[in-house]
């Protein structure tokens, strides 16, 4: 079943949400000291992610592509207004930017990164799902600790999760008719450093530094395969 191992991982980002409810009413100073921990380890997962680039330069033409087009589009409102909505829909509080936030940053910790890809391709051309329950364990208790920060909001970020990476396990049956494994390869490695500095720039509004708005940067995900190929091909 090529999507066995991304249920898996939902179920993982769910339970793990669903415990760190029940800590969600610690006193504030705690969950900022926690929050500024959180942010410096994303710093760091970001980091060792944005350093398997091999071509710098297909990194930043990826970002430059993405931002333009985010910015075009606005993607970063749309996130947000879906967020807001969904914060209307489950809360009569005024905790809505705490649900976007959850939702927004959850989503792009959990999607963004080699262990979706790779995990989901292994899923759907080998059935192997090693990777994606090892994720899914991992997902689980970040899914905790961003909860008892960031609310309930996390737990929505399940639904992006389920859909790219069971989008990829399906595609990932015939992707071996599509793409040359040398290309996929590469293109994994460049993938990952561009999400790497994504989850920087998540790490630095955790700790308030600056507000990068990450959602508008989110087409570089796909920007970068073609980016990737006319590298190649130069």
Not at 47 to 69: D, H, K, N, P, R
Request: glycine share 12%; net charge negative.
């Amino acid at each position: 079943m090529a999507l066995f191992g991304t249920i898996v991982n939902g179920i993982c980002i769910i339970v793990g949400s669903l415990i760190g409810l029940l800590f969600t009413k610690i006193p504030e100073r705690y969950k900022e000291t926690v929050m500024h921990g959180i942010g410096l380890a994303v710093i760091l997962i970001g980091l060792q992610m944005a350093l398997e680039t091999e071509a710098i330069i297909v990194v930043l033409l990826s970002l430059l592509s993405g931002a333009i087009i985010g910015e075009f589009i606005r993607l970063e409102e749309g996130l947000n207004r879906l967020g807001d909505w969904v914060g209307r829909r489950f809360t009569t509080t005024n905790d809505n930017i705490s649900v976007t936030q959850g939702f927004i940053t959850a989503s792009l910790v959990f999607v963004i990164g080699a262990l979706s890809v790779i995990g989901a391709l292994d899923g759907g051309l080998r059935g192997d799902h090693e990777v994606l329950i090892t994720k899914g364990v991992i997902d689980g208790f970040v899914a905790l600790v961003l909860t008892t920060t960031l609310g309930f909001g996390v737990i929505f970020s399940v639904i992006p999760v389920v859909v790219y990476q069971g989008a990829i396990a399906l595609l990932a049956i015939q992707i071996n008719n599509w793409i040359p494994e040398t290309f996929l390869n590469g293109l994994i490695g460049e993938l990952t450093a561009v999400g790497g500095l994504m989850i920087m720039a998540i790490g630095l509004n955790l700790l308030n530094i600056i507000q990068i708005r990450v959602g508008n940067l989110l087409p570089a995900i796909l920007t970068v395969g073609l980016v990737y190929y006319v590298y190649l091909l130069v």
